[in-house]
């Protein structure tokens, strides 16, 4: 599936032709530069591999892999499966591929939130309440399994740990503008990541 790579500007809401406020994000999206065409004779499968933003200090790897492309090396490179139309080395792709009422997916990362604990992370409910002599055990997890036997605690037993800063796709969101001259676009509702986080954007 074609797409391109963004970058997530911020959340606001737009009104619709029926007076009806839908919440969007804003999304900075290309243009994108075509930097490689992998082929199944040479690489063993099709893909075309797309580069983002400008890379300020460039190593010679990366200048060396643009020049093939006549082009900057990047920020971001991400792989596409096809484009429905043909491209070629240094083609510069633009948001106009996408169009109003379109359904798109965007993958991006997640915001960290650090160590986290099992109420935060698994939404626990804690013991309820602090009667009965309860000192700090509000928000505590509680038992997590048994004693000698098994002698050990199961593996993906839900308790505190890392949370957040994983990478999310959420689908089928509704672009509902697209501003060629800005690159920007404005899909439907929500996606995942901080503000000025890059994201992918698949049609």
Request: glycine share 14%; net charge positive.
């Amino acid at each position: 599936m074609p797409g391109l790579i963004g970058k997530k500007i911020g959340m606001t809401s737009i009104f619709g032709a029926d007076g009806k406020n839908f919440p969007c994000t804003v999304i900075e999206l290309g243009p994108c530069t075509v930097t490689q065409l992998k082929s199944d004779d040479v690489d063993g499968y099709n893909a075309v591999q797309i580069g983002f933003k400008d890379a300020k200090r460039p190593n010679q790897a990366a200048s060396g892999h643009a020049a093939k492309a006549k082009t900057s090396a990047k920020t971001k490179y991400v792989e596409f499966d096809s484009f429905s139309e043909d491209v070629k080395l240094g083609d510069e792709l633009t948001v106009s591929i996408f169009a109003e009422g379109d359904f798109v997916d965007v993958v991006g990362t997640s915001k960290g939130k650090g160590f986290q604990g099992v109420v935060k992370r698994h939404n626990f409910a804690g013991v309820g309440q602090a009667t009965h002599g309860q000192h700090n055990r509000l928000r505590a997890p509680g038992s997590i399994g048994a004693g000698s036997s098994p002698s050990r605690v199961f593996k993906g037993m839900r308790m505190g740990g890392r949370m957040g800063n994983d990478r999310i796709k959420v689908t089928n969101l509704e672009v509902l503008k697209v501003d060629v001259e800005h690159s920007m676009i404005v899909v439907k509702g929500s996606i995942p990541g901080a503000k000025q986080s890059m994201v992918i954007v698949e049609k």
